[in-house]
């Protein structure tokens, strides 16, 4: 079974875009990715993913969850390759992602029994005619990505290094966003080599410091864009950490795929 929807309430922090269960699942090629976050895990046989030059089995209970517009290719491996899977989107898709640490992609090699039973519930009860129930999903997809994060934090490298290094970087980072922040510095802040500092948050994030410290300025600068119409593009810009207008444009499209001026008038239309 598959179910996409066409109309979407854009307004809610998360909604569902398309989920497919017990799909006997196609090759998919998508070198410019997907436009919605996308969460894949196999139910019979197995399959396999190429993205960021890896290439991850998905054998039964294991999945992946991948950010919007990241490459990447799947197809089966098996004969039969059946599968579970849900894509969403939501005004604060990108900052709950950001928040809770994952990256461009996060590959799970095992399951907990409730992520399939919460893709089978969202697959039955996705026509329902309750007026709420956008608004349930919304809440049930928050729940979905806390189990990802706790799986995350489970099975990252060390958890210890995370608390003693990786964690004081992105407090950090959250703190002192609108400052001039180099990878020397938040290197020298913890007494570590910068070299062994980026390998580790990357290991951890699949983003650089630099990239992360990136989405949390452009998450800033949306909370601004939507909340204070009296500032400026260019105030905007320099509040939240950069200090040239175009950079901060060219940033802040590559992460929207809109510019911050189009992002303002999704909130205040003339």
């Known amino acids: 079974m598959r179910y996409s929807f066409k109309r979407k309430n854009r307004s809610l922090p998360l909604y569902?875009?398309?989920v497919g269960y017990n799909w006997n699942q196609e090759q998919i090629l998508r070198p410019n990715g997907y436009p919605y976050v996308h969460w894949l895990h196999t139910q019979e046989g197995s399959g396999k993913i190429e993205i960021d030059g890896k290439e991850f089995i998905l054998k039964p209970n294991s999945g992946i969850l991948i950010n919007p517009y990241v490459p990447h290719?799947?197809?089966?491996?098996?004969?039969?390759?059946k599968t579970a899977y849900f894509t969403f989107g939501g005004a604060l898709a990108t900052e709950v992602l950001t928040l809770l640490g994952i990256g461009e992609y996060l590959?799970?090699?095992?399951?907990?029994?409730?992520?399939?039973?919460?893709?089978?519930?969202?697959s039955t009860n996705i026509k329902s005619d309750d007026t709420y129930y956008p608004l349930e999903v919304s809440g049930d997809i928050y729940s979905f990505l806390i189990k990802l994060k706790k799986y995350l934090l489970k099975n990252s490298p060390s958890s210890s290094k995370y608390e003693t290094i990786v964690h004081p970087i992105v407090k950090y980072l959250e703190e002192h966003y609108a400052e001039d922040i180099r990878n020397e510095d938040l290197a020298s802040m913890i007494c570590y080599s910068t070299q062994?500092?980026?390998?580790?948050?990357?290991?951890?994030?699949h983003l650089s410091p630099y990239q992360y410290l990136l989405d949390i300025r452009v998450r800033k600068a949306k909370e601004l864009l939507a909340n204070q119409p009296s500032l400026s593009i260019q105030e905007v810009c320099y509040l939240t950490g950069f200090d040239d207008a175009s950079y901060f444009t060219s940033v802040f499209k590559k992460s929207e795929h809109m510019t911050p001026s189009s992002f303002r008038k999704l909130y205040y239309k003339k």
């Open 16 to 18: 569902v875009d398309s």
């Open 73 to 81: 290719n799947y197809s089966n491996i098996t004969s039969e390759w």
């Open 107 to 122: 590959y799970v090699d095992e399951l907990d029994e409730d992520i399939d039973c919460f893709i089978q519930k969202l």
């Open 196 to 205: 062994y500092m980026t390998r580790l948050f990357k290991e951890v994030f």
